[in-house]
């Protein structure tokens, strides 16, 4: 019975897991025919779309009632987080009603976005003039940093003893 409580308690956090972080119901709405590529070529172009992106912060600006994040573009995995590599397609910029805190919404976290696309926005980086498509987020996840460190991870112990008089132990382990 404990063998089964236990299997049934690994199988549950595994799948839990590996599911998407972004609700069905937005995914519902997103055009998933649109690249980043093609966003990134010809933003105006997918006014009114909406899309699923991830990636890596930048930088987050706050403004009166808004918050602006730019982000470094990343593939996403079938969990929807952005992979751990060193490609991507260009950047972006998010805009979140209200206020979202620059300590949480930090550098180098990593993003999930499902956002409308409000076209592009140009501005100046380093010595060009780089030109970024703009979403307006409807739904997103801010991925904790542990989260980012790879995979699920568990383990299983076995671990046993003799004590003084004789006696022994078996102990057995599972972790998450």
């Not at 609700?23 to 010809?42: N, P, W």
């Not at 993003?111 to 380093?126: A, C, F, S, Y």
């Not at 003039?129 to 991870?153: D, I, M, V």
């Amino acid at each position: 019975m404990i063998k089964r409580i236990i299997l049934f308690a690994c199988l549950s956090m595994f799948i839990a897991a590996c599911a998407p972080v972004i609700s069905q119901t937005s995914m519902s709405t997103v055009d998933k025919s649109i690249s980043f590529a093609a966003l990134q070529r010809q933003p105006d172009a997918y006014k009114g779309k909406v899309v699923l992106l991830g990636g890596q912060i930048l930088a987050t600006t706050v403004k009166a009632n808004e918050t602006w994040l730019e982000v470094l573009e990343k593939k996403l995995d079938s969990r929807q987080k952005p992979e751990d590599t060193d490609q991507s397609g260009g950047r972006f910029l998010v805009r979140f009603q209200g206020f979202l805190d620059p300590a949480i919404y930090a550098k180098g976290r990593k993003l999930t976005v499902v956002g409308q696309v409000e076209g592009k926005v140009v501005r100046p980086l380093n010595e060009i003039n780089y030109t970024y498509p703009w979403l307006t987020a409807k739904e997103h996840y801010l991925w904790k940093p542990e989260e980012t460190n790879g995979g699920p991870r568990f383990g299983i112990g076995v671990g046993g003893g003799i004590g003084s008089h004789g006696s022994g132990g078996v102990g057995v382990g599972v972790g998450f």
